[in-house]
């Protein structure tokens, strides 16, 4: 990939996502969310692909993956209202349809057009096929975790702005009480990540957040989550009750030993 062709595929996704500007505040707020969450991604994956020993060609072809990665979100709002897959349509598949459908890619050879094609389809998957082959799981790798360093940002900036501000698509819906379900506080103390299918107050849904850390495949992206302090005021958000405070003790000491293990 030139860096032509990377302009190019850029010039298309602001045309792109343009088709999809509403007269409606609401229906604006939730699509430029998505439009600046995309950018972030971008800059992400560059910033962890250059601190992780990719080549030129491969940063091109990530910060491409990151440009493309979402785009069936777009699509998806304008007809379901929501940022929901469970309620809606998986974006992932959507967005890979799109590419194909529109033929974005053509002046790419085969090979990196699969790789993109398939690192935007499975970027949301809750884990990574074992099927794929070790190149795209790379890229996977990559996508997987500079979108979710920028979802933090999202949420985060969502819990901290006052409601008449929020785009409520952000939301999952869920009732703002101080409980915090037992499933996703286990899966916190035992290391794993937790599901969407457990969550059932706002609380959980910032563990499973949280749980996300587990499955950060590069220290630059846990060093990127920490210098932009996100993951203590995601905690901060919690209540802080002897349960919570031990499974938040797991949690630090895992990224603690993460980030002093000699690993990229």
């Not at 032509?4 to 699509?31: C, M, V």
């Not at 030129?56 to 493309?68: G, K, M």
């Not at 967005?95 to 970027?123: C, D, M, R």
């Not at 220290?219 to 995601?234: A, E, F, G, P, T």
């Amino acid at each position: 990939m030139t860096e032509k062709d990377l302009q190019f595929f850029k010039a298309w996704f602001s045309d792109f996502t343009k088709s999809f500007y509403s007269s409606n505040e609401e229906d604006q707020k939730n699509i430029m969310l998505k439009i600046e969450h995309t950018h972030n991604v971008c800059k992400n994956i560059v910033e962890i692909a250059q601190g992780s020993s990719f080549s030129e060609n491969q940063i091109r072809v990530a910060e491409a993956i990151a440009l493309f990665h979402d785009m069936g979100r777009f699509p998806q709002y304008t007809k379901y209202k929501t940022f929901r897959d469970a309620v809606s349509v998986n974006h992932g598949l959507l967005g890979s349809k799109i590419l194909i459908k529109e033929n974005v890619l053509f002046p790419l050879p085969p090979y990196e057009q699969q790789l993109i094609i398939q690192a935007v389809k499975f970027h949301n998957a809750f884990a990574i096929p074992p099927v794929l082959n070790d190149e795209t799981v790379l890229f996977l790798r990559l996508i997987r975790d500079a979108d979710k360093v920028d979802i933090f940002r999202v949420f985060i900036e969502y819990y901290e702005s006052p409601k008449q501000d929020r785009a409520s698509a952000t939301a999952f819906g869920m009732p703002d009480t101080p409980e915090c379900s037992a499933v996703m506080l286990s899966c916190i103390l035992n290391k794993k990540v937790a599901s969407y299918s457990h969550i059932r107050t706002e609380n959980d849904f910032k563990l499973m957040k949280l749980s996300w850390l587990y499955d950060m495949h590069y220290k630059k992206s846990v060093r990127l989550m920490q210098k932009k302090n996100y993951i203590d005021r995601i905690i901060d958000k919690l209540p802080q009750t002897d349960e919570v405070l031990s499974a938040m003790a797991i949690l630090k000491e895992y990224l603690s030993e993460r980030l002093n293990a000699k690993d990229s």
